[in-house]
């Protein structure tokens, strides 16, 4: 049938079809019709990423789950090597009940006991009746006949006009912000275990509100992100309102700024380094990055030994098996002399010889396709490749950057993005303040609600509070 109607039809059914020509179809009766939707339902699948080609530089995320090859088996064992020594979680301090739970006879003869031979203590965690805490305040009033005003007290415990109090504020964004839970989820966690009626609405109003005294800290965080020395970035896409955006990170080993927008190109580059940035910048091996003004660039080779392992399951040919097998060498060379103790002199020589290897590679005559797309995108990082070599906070990888993006990923699977401007700016502020605290080994609940009490007192928010030196 499809020759039939291939040679009745005068026009393309690949493009776009006119008023004319639909009616066109119709006149020829139902077989054309039935033709035509054929042929424009196989048009929009083949537009669709399930008959997309995929190449060993497509992104995973546009890779269908049906197409992703078998995980391998872990090679490593997981787990620290035999003879080394355990690592075991403290136990708390006892700061609430002692027990001793009697045995009066033997559970098998009956024989009655005395005195223990000995005995053995054991430490139990667990939740105690969670209640939530009502309070009513009983605020006094007072006429000023001086200042012709009436004043009361200020109430430390919840912001002004405010039925929520700081800490279920703060605990409630932490659920949403920092650890990913939707909407209905706090409310059914709230609502059942402690018996807290609450509202959607009531909710975001509470965290917009809260998201608008934290914004100094926001810039803050950023204007510290900016002054860092070693400084990661990566981006993920994002939907607001139901259309791609993406969500930014900006992170050092104390600080993690977030921000929405529209552009994953150098103007939302722009928009965050508004001036040169004075430090050594981390990246993937994403084009936009080149815009930023740095001091110096590491492109993370993970990603590039990542490209290595995908183009391998595809191309057996003997030169990319040659180029392969020997830029795996270098990198796998540069990453193991980082970890070396090696006297300055030794040091350097090898530092050198590997930059004489990666040249050599990359001026060899290749042919193969994927050997000249891998050598071209060598050519364009070059000076980015070996950074982690010659300063000793520089890694060699962008992990740093993953991990704190990969909370918004989570964040973005369950609860599906942002629905306004609004959302996306208190989306992006919570998250900022929230994995900061985090990474300066603060507790995000106690810190909040201090210093929303101190605002309450006294009309300002604290600076944001600096590192704390973890305990080892």
Request: contains cysteine; aromatic residues 8%.
């Amino acid at each position: 049938m499809k020759r039939t109607w291939d040679q009745k039809f005068t026009f393309d059914l690949n493009g776009p079809l006119t008023q004319e020509q639909a009616e066109t179809i119709y006149a020829l009766g139902h077989e054309a019709v039935i033709y035509a939707l054929m042929v424009l339902s196989s048009r929009g699948m083949s537009n669709g990423v399930e008959n997309q080609t995929i190449t060993p530089s497509t992104p995973s995320g546009m890779i269908p789950v049906y197409e992703k090859a078998t995980t391998p088996k872990r090679r490593k064992k997981p787990g620290a090597k035999k003879g080394h020594k355990g690592h075991y979680r403290q136990l708390p301090p006892i700061t609430d009940y002692k027990e001793q739970p009697p045995l009066l006879h033997c559970p098998d003869c009956g024989t009655p006991f005395g005195k223990p031979s000995e005995q053995r203590t054991r430490v139990i965690e667990d939740i105690a009746d969670m209640e939530p805490v009502v309070t009513q305040h009983t605020i006094p009033r007072h006429w000023c006949s001086q200042c012709k005003k009436m004043f009361e007290p200020t109430v430390p415990d919840a912001l002004p006009n405010a039925t929520f109090g700081h800490r279920l504020v703060a605990f409630s964004a932490w659920l949403h912000y920092g650890l990913g839970a939707t909407i209905a989820q706090i409310i059914s966690v709230l609502g059942h275990h402690l018996r807290f009626c609450l509202s959607e609405g009531g909710l975001v109003a509470a965290w917009q509100r809260l998201a608008a005294l934290l914004f100094a800290w926001y810039e803050e965080i950023g204007q510290q992100v900016k002054q860092a020395g070693v400084l990661h970035a990566d981006e993920t896409g994002w939907r607001l309102s139901g259309k791609t955006v993406w969500l930014w990170c900006f992170t050092s080993s104390i600080a993690t700024y977030y921000m929405v927008d529209q552009s994953r190109g150098s103007p939302a580059l722009s928009k965050f380094f508004t001036e040169a940035f004075d430090g050594i910048l981390i990246t993937d091996f994403w084009s936009a990055y080149n815009a930023v003004v740095c001091t110096g660039r590491q492109t993370c080779l993970p990603h590039l030994m990542r490209e290595l392992k995908k183009v391998d399951d595809k191309n057996g040919s003997a030169e990319w098996v040659e180029f392969s097998k020997k830029l795996g060498r270098i990198l796998k060379d540069a990453i193991r002399l980082k970890k070396k103790d090696l006297p300055e002199p030794k040091f350097q020589s090898l530092r050198s010889r590997m930059d004489i290897r990666l040249d050599t590679l990359i001026a060899m005559p290749w042919q193969d396709a994927d050997v000249k797309r891998l050598v071209k995108r060598l050519n364009r990082y070059r000076q980015t490749i070996f950074t982690f070599l010659d300063n000793p906070e520089v890694p060699s990888d962008n992990n740093h950057a993953e991990r704190e993006i990969r909370p918004a990923v989570i964040i973005r699977k369950n609860s599906q993005g942002n629905r306004s401007n609004n959302g996306a700016n208190v989306q992006a502020i919570l998250m900022s303040v929230y994995r900061t605290l985090k990474l300066r080994n603060l507790d995000p609940l106690d810190t909040i609600v201090s210093a929303l009490k101190n605002y309450v007192a006294t009309g300002s928010m604290p600076p944001l509070p600096e590192a704390k030196l973890s305990v080892s």
